[in-house]
């Protein structure tokens, strides 16, 4: 296991809290702060040692100036404010002179929140690129770095990679977890293990089927995944979304592991990719011209339940249809049900699922939802992580 925030001496330092707080904003106002609540326990384990705290995060992706505009970090210190019930300094730049004096006068137990690292993206891509002197001028503003955001640790940034490889570093509270429920449960599962995968993103995702597989007893798809494996099976699911490019792989995977892969048999459609419109009930053997197929029907609810009842592990990527659209959330929300249910230890990565599973009322009812998308699957797949990977062990 990787050096935790407990096993170095931080009393009274300067800290480099690298959070994850990416929340969702729009004009101003933040529809989910999950993020920001998950990443308040290392925050109060800091100031309860007498740190002075600078926190770190990226918000959205920048490419221009005009990107910049709605990507300031400003909301989140308000909110974060808030849910501290602490002052925190807001510093909207991410190197320079008001920085440094902000950080030179802060008293222990004073927390600093820098501007969105990712303004270094445009123009020269300093952030994103883990360019050297941004990561050692960061570092030079602390003491010890502390990798709290689980969600950019399979990213090589300067605002991990770049400042760990300076100063003393360790992981928080919340990569902590991450790597306990993804990695430790997942690498010797208790069987019957089950992973579930949905989703829209085939190509990112489809090349971990066969390594999640070697684990897994079953896997049951729905979403655009299942829309691809039955399309390799010959079905046609007329306007249906899937991924040509991915069809040989299915068509490989079936041969190798035909009994493991258990798909939906009907679902919900409709002739346009849009909520409160007219939803039609449809076996997928017998799509009807110009329909898609945007959730999973009661007949395969069943099917997926009379596997997840025997099930000691379930891992969750991927809602199992357009669970954002009232009129195709029926398969997501029936998934959570069974999966509360179940006497299963629940784990769910990726961001739409785990959104999925908050706006459905889970969040407390699963063992684990991960904070990371992409860095949950890529974990599971065995890669590494190097934003965590650069963290000695204990
Ligand atoms: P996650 O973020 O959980 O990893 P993805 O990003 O791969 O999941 O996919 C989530 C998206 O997949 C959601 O926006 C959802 O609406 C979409 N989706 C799920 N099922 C379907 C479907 N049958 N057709 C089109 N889109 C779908
Ligand atoms: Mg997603």
């Known amino acids: 296991m990787k050096k935790t925030i407990r096993d170095l001496d931080i009393d009274g330092k300067t800290l480099i809290i690298r959070c994850d707080l990416n929340v969702p904003i729009k004009d101003g106002v933040i529809s989910d702060d999950n993020r920001i609540r998950e990443s308040l326990k290392t925050i109060n384990y800091a100031l309860d040692h007498n740190c002075k705290i600078i926190i770190l995060s990226h918000l959205g992706r920048i490419k221009s100036e005009e990107d910049k505009k ?62 050297i002197e941004l990561g050692k001028y960061w570092s030079s503003l602390a003491d010890v770095f502390v990798n709290d955001a689980f969600g950019t640790s399979h990213r090589k940034h300067a605002s991990n990679v770049g400042i760990a490889k300076n100063i003393p570093s360790c992981i928080g509270f919340l990569v902590e977890k991450e790597l306990l429920m993804l990695k430790e449960s997942l690498d010797t599962p208790k069987c019957p293990y089950i992973v579930i995968m949905g989703g829209a993103k085939i190509n990112d995702k489809i090349k971990v089927i066969d390594k999640l597989l070697k684990k897994a007893d079953y896997l049951l798809v729905g979403g ?82 009379n596997y997840i ?7 969750w990527n991927g809602p199992v249809g357009v669970s954002e659209f ?40 699963f063992d684990h939802i991960s904070t990371g998308g992409g860095a949950s699957l890529e974990l599971i797949e065995g890669k590494a992580l190097p934003a965590i990977d650069i963290i000695e062990d204990k």
């Open 326 to 365: 009232k009129n195709f959330e029926y398969g997501t929300k029936k998934l959570c049900e069974i999966l509360d249910k179940s006497n299963a230890k629940v784990i769910v990565g990726g961001g739409d699922s785990a959104a999925a599973a908050i706006k459905f009322g889970y969040k407390n009812k």
């Open 224 to 305: 655009g995944i299942a829309n691809t494996f039955l399309t390799a099976l010959g079905y046609d699911l007329k306007k249906s979304i899937y991924d040509e490019d991915s069809i040989e792989y299915c068509k490989n995977v079936i041969k190798k592991y035909k009994d493991k892969i258990v798909l939906p048999v009907d679902g919900y459609c409709s002739s346009e990719y849009k909520d409160g419109i007219e939803v039609d009930y449809c076996k997928l053997d017998n799509v009807l011209d110009g329909k898609m197929v945007l959730d999973i029907g009661k007949e395969s609810i069943e099917l997926f339940s």
């Open 309 to 315: 009842k025997d099930a000691k592990t379930v891992f």
């Open 70 to 131: 709605g990507k300031s970090l400003l909301p989140v210190a308000i909110r974060l404010e808030e849910l501290l019930g602490k002052k925190v300094l807001f510093v909207n730049e991410t190197r320079g002179s008001v920085l440094e004096e902000a950080v030179s006068n802060m008293n222990n137990k004073d927390i600093v929140l820098v501007e969105n690292t990712r303004y270094e993206d445009y123009p020269d891509n300093k952030e994103s690129g883990c360019d």
